[in-house]
């Protein structure tokens, strides 16, 4: 072994990780109480995958995840929208939707958005992941943010997964044939309970599976920007 093949914990004695940038990945909580809505959750889910099965329609859910994105484009296909509304309709959720535009518009000041752009919720949904279920790879196009919110996130039940975006220079490196092999490029972020999430949407991400034995709960949204055009000064 190489004099400078140091274990991490010593180079992280020796020097100091820098970035000049601002993290593109942040994290909030919030409270959400789940429990009290928890019945709603559920029967909303299961009108999800009622739907799902009626009408054959695909998601990146797997082994038994239920999404309710199909709720956000049933103007699209042969079936009406649920009557709860999209999740960010919800009265029980307007406290979070009200802190969430907060934390947005700090994070938009430091990734040099333009304030002229107003954030719109353009989507919503609520994802349950029951024992052995998890969410595939994919990104959210035109998104300038992606949220996901962990309503209920049991012990030992998986969790975030993001791509590094700087792959594709991975390439030019001299990496080791394991990075590759053991896919070095995914890297986990650790959820719990009430954590959120917060990135903008070219970020490609994906969910471990659920090794509990309870559900796993997340929230979700797209949020994109929205400009008022003055024609009285055109």
Same mark, same amino acid.
Request: net charge positive; hydrophobic share 25%; proline share 6%.
């Given at each position: 072994m190489s004099d400078f093949n140091f274990p991490k914990s010593d180079l992280e004695m020796l020097c100091e990780p820098l970035d000049a940038f601002p993290p593109y990945i942040y994290k909030a909580k919030f409270d959400f109480k789940f429990e009290n809505i928890r019945d709603k959750v559920d029967t909303f889910l299961n009108d999800v995958a009622i739907i799902k099965e009626e009408h054959g329609l695909g998601d990146p859910e797997n082994d038994g995840g239920i999404s309710s994105v199909h709720y956000a484009h049933a103007d699209k296909y042969e079936y009406e929208n649920h009557r709860f509304g999209l999740p960010y309709t919800w009265p029980e959720f307007k406290e979070y939707y009200n802190f969430l535009q907060y934390v947005m518009g700090s994070i938009s000041s430091e990734w040099g958005y333009d304030p002229n752009w107003q954030r719109q919720i353009e989507? &919503?949904?609520i994802n349950v992941h029951p024992p052995g279920a998890w969410t595939g790879e994919h990104h959210h196009q035109n998104a300038m943010f992606a949220?996901?919110?962990?309503?209920?996130?049991?012990?030992n039940s998986g969790e975030f997964l993001v791509r590094n975006p700087l792959e594709i220079y991975k390439k030019g490196e001299p990496t080791h044939p394991d990075y590759w092999n053991m896919q070095r490029y995914w890297a986990p972020i650790d959820v719990d309970t009430n954590d959120i999430l917060i990135f903008p949407g070219w970020v490609t991400h994906k969910t471990q599976k659920n090794h509990s034995e309870e559900n796993r709960y997340i929230l979700? &949204?797209?949020?994109i920007p929205m400009r008022t055009i003055d024609k009285s000064s055109q």
């Open positions: 989507e &919503s949904w949220t996901t919110a962990y309503l209920s996130k049991p012990k979700s &949204s797209n949020v």
